[in-house]
């Protein structure tokens, strides 16, 4: 059936080619005979002729691309990669081609024409090139396959890949939040010994304050001991200073009395010295019988004097005494003024600790309360590190969860790409017995290609005869063309410029279409 199809394609071609020639010999006879023809000058021209020389050029170009395409194609086993690159190769002589249209229509704005039969040509020719290559494409439909199970296990390698990557990102995401969640354990660690240390704080200066307390109350309780005993003390010399007062009252007192008991003995020696009373004489007589009037005076004024002597160091010692306490209180009395003055100095010291007290507790009173505020926040703080611990460790489940499903996931590909090596296996089995066969389509493709040369020799021939019947009639039709353009050019003098535009565009046209023949032409042969 292969070898059938080959020359049917070509006999199409053939046909194809016949048709086209006919075609433009009816367009060119047309825009002979249309009544708006005028001819160009010289100069155009040859610019024209360039232009279509350059576009025979690329055809022929397009022509050898497209016989390479077909032999590349059969040797290389129906590679799709040279496949893409002959089909680029061919795109790109097609846009030069495109280019050269642009560059004719802007030399030549009407001439268009011959430029859609050429594209009508090179669709005829990929045309009849596609069928000559079908049968090898339908013998290539395993190789697609093949390309299409290896394409999808690329992807699948591909998707692995992801996933791989994912799993890392997700354990390296797991790594840092597990670090994170560590740092803050740490930090709320140092919060909890923060804590502590500032609850110490407050408990040691709650002792001092209370130890502050105590000290002011045992200051006061001092300070009112001290102002008593200062009462107490005021008062001594007033009552020393009484006692005095009585002291020299009882000291007149005694003067007093010593100068009555010195008047008395006076009166006492008057007496004896001359007795008065004679009745007292015999009395004194009559009571002591043995008298003796001189030892009686002597022992009266003996005993006197005993009397007065004791008397006197009784009185003597009173006085020593009084004078020893007064100076014992007066320096009593000095003594406590020393003390009175020490203690308005103690009191005025302590009136200044006192109040050097008060502000140290008004700022421990304040620093308690900032400490009691810090506490306060502190403990806002490890709630809330608290909360962030407690979502961490959620979002840490929730990753382990993912990564849990990622790895059963990463299972589930594994399975597949062990299927996919197994289908690889039969894929690659199944190539080789393509092999085979295809070595058996090259023996086939080796006959058929004999047989194309044998054809294709007669379709130049018959070529040839068309092409000398063709050069005949452009000749006739170019003098014609000649002659018309001389009458033209004779009658229509004022309108020269705009139509000599309009049918020098139709002219490039035809002999566009002309050139593009030959080429074909010559491609036949």
């Known amino acids: 059936m292969a070898k059938l199809e080959k020359p049917v394609s070509a006999e199409d071609s053939l046909y194809g080619f016949k048709e086209v020639a006919e075609g433009a010999a009816i367009f060119i006879q047309k825009k002979l005979h249309s009544p708006g023809f005028e001819s160009v000058d010289n100069k155009h021209n040859c610019n024209i002729e360039d232009l279509q020389a350059v576009g025979v050029h690329l055809l022929s170009k397009i022509h050898n691309l497209e016989n390479r395409f077909a032999t590349v194609f059969l040797e290389s086993r129906i590679s799709e990669l040279a496949v893409a690159e002959f089909d680029d190769e061919i795109r790109l002589c097609l846009a030069e081609l495109k280019q050269l249209c642009t560059l004719y229509s802007f030399a030549n704005p009407k001439g268009a024409h011959g430029y859609d039969c050429l594209e009508t040509l090179r669709s005829s020719d990929l045309i009849s090139q596609t069928q000559q290559v079908s049968p090898c494409l339908e013998d290539g439909g395993l190789v697609k396959e093949l390309s299409a199970k290896l394409i999808e296990i690329e992807k699948l390698k591909s998707d692995n890949l992801v996933k791989d990557n994912e799993l890392e990102a997700l ?14 354990e740490k930090q709320k660690s140092q919060l909890e010994e923060n804590m502590e240390i500032m609850r110490r704080e407050v408990v040691v200066t ?19 001991s001290r102002m008593s005993a200062n009462k107490i003390l005021v008062k001594k010399p007033s009552e020393l200073e009484e006692g005095k007062k009585g002291m020299e009252v009882y000291l007149s007192q005694l003067e007093e009395e010593n100068l009555l008991l010195s008047e008395g003995l006076c009166c006492l020696e008057e007496k004896l010295m001359y007795p008065n009373d004679g009745r007292e004489y015999c009395h004194m007589e009559l009571q002591i019988p ?28 009173k006085v020593d005494e009084m004078q020893r306490q007064w100076s014992v209180v007066q320096e009593e009395c000095e003594c406590l003024k020393i003390e009175n003055l020490t203690l308005i100095e103690e009191c005025s010291m302590l009136q200044k600790a006192n109040e050097d007290l008060r502000k140290q507790k008004m700022e421990l009173n304040g620093r308690c309360t900032v400490l009691e505020v810090e506490s306060k926040e502190s403990a806002n703080g490890c709630s809330n590190m608290l909360n962030k611990v407690d ?13 849990s499903a990622q790895l059963q996931k990463k299972v589930l590909l594994q399975d597949e790409i062990l299927a996919l090596k197994e289908t690889i296996s039969e894929i690659k089995f199944e190539n080789e017995m393509l092999e085979a066969s295809f070595a058996m389509l090259l023996r086939d493709y080796e006959e058929l290609e004999a047989e194309t040369t044998l054809f294709v020799q007669k379709i130049s021939n018959s070529c040839s005869c ?45 002999l566009d279409v002309d050139d593009l023949y030959k080429a074909q032409l010559k491609r036949c042969v």
């Open 171 to 184: 354990r390296n995401r797991q790594k840092e939040l597990e670090a994170h969640i560590c740092s803050v």
């Open 290 to 317: 043995e008298f003796d009037a001189t030892n009686f005076k002597d022992e009266i004024i003996r005993r006197l004097e005993d009397e007065m002597e004791v008397r006197t160091f009784v009185m003597i010692q």
């Open 391 to 403: 979502n961490l460790q959620r979002e840490n489940q929730l990753l382990e969860e993912e990564i």
């Open 466 to 510: 068309g092409k000398v019947f063709l050069e005949e009639a452009l000749g006739a039709q170019k003098g014609l063309l000649k002659n018309e353009q001389a009458y033209i050019l004779a009658d229509n003098k004022q309108n020269c410029n705009t139509e000599s535009q309009f049918i020098g565009g139709e002219l490039a046209e035809v």
């Open 206 to 224: 709650a002792k001092f304050l209370d130890d502050l307390r105590s000290e002011m109350m045992e200051l006061n309780n001092n300070m009112d």
